[in-house]
């Protein structure tokens, strides 16, 4: 049999798969087609979402050091442009006095918040114990029995004892914030100082078109965040 045979019998062959194909796929309507194409897809999307979130709060430390940076760094962002644009500032000098800027204010929210709502523990503390006093002596005189009277002291003790676990526990997490804040700091400096050489690396293999899409869309989405957060901050210091 000569290769020109061989070739004729072979189109001969495929030609009825193909025409059961094309029949198999006309049963199927195309909306159902579209449909399926549509769910898988969306499948994968949701299992990739729920991979990273699982990754997400097994690394929370990370994740919140990362969003404290970005947070951070939109808020401060046109300190850095002023000192690079105006000043004629190297990158890594600019992003230095920012961070150091951004640290002095995070660390001047943080004693405000101990001096406003440190001296309210101890008198809550304080007010318990005076109140619990009071009833007890009050308990004494109308002559109660002295069973009713310990029982008002061991749940006076119970409170005291949840007010002093609950100041605890706000303070045993004091060591993972500063972990978070001395992460988010450096990230924060370094998005300043090379975030812009980052970013131009991440959209080289796109096209101009979409590149200075993407660009602007992220540059406004900085500034909408950054620009809440100084507005919100601003609002504040009145109080």
């Given at each position: ?87 004629s500032w190297s990158p890594g ?37 005076e109140g619990v006093a009071q ?87 900085l500034e909408r965040v950054g ?13």
């Amino acid at each position: 049999m000569t290769p020109e045979d061989r070739q004729s019998e072979d189109r001969a062959s495929s030609e009825p798969r193909s025409e059961a194909g094309a029949a198999g796929a006309a049963l199927v309507p195309g909306w159902l087609r579209r449909m399926t194409a549509l769910g898988w897809r969306s499948l994968v999307v949701v299992a990739l979402a729920a991979v990273i979130a699982r990754l997400a709060l097994a690394l929370s430390t990370t994740t919140l050091a990362i969003l404290v940076g970005a947070i951070v760094g939109a808020t401060f962002l046109p300190v850095v442009r002023y000192l690079r644009v105006e000043r004629s500032w190297s990158p890594g000098r600019a992003a230095g006095v920012a961070s150091l800027l951004a640290l002095g204010t995070v660390l001047v929210i943080v004693v405000l918040v101990v001096i406003a709502f440190a001296p309210y523990v101890g008198t809550m503390i304080q007010t318990v114990r005076e109140g619990v006093a009071q009833i007890v002596s009050r308990l004494t005189e109308l002559g109660a029995p002295p069973a009713l009277v310990d029982y008002v002291r061991r749940l006076a003790t119970g409170v005291e004892g949840w007010l002093n676990g609950a100041v605890g526990q706000l303070v045993g997490p004091v060591g993972t914030l500063v972990t978070i804040l001395i992460l988010g700091g450096f990230l924060t400096f370094y998005l300043l100082a090379d975030g812009d050489r980052a970013w131009a690396r991440l959209t080289a293999e796109l096209d101009d078109r979409n590149a200075d899409t993407l660009t602007s869309a992220a540059v406004e989405a900085l500034e909408r965040v950054g620009g809440y957060l100084r507005g919100e901050s601003a609002a504040l210091l009145p109080i």
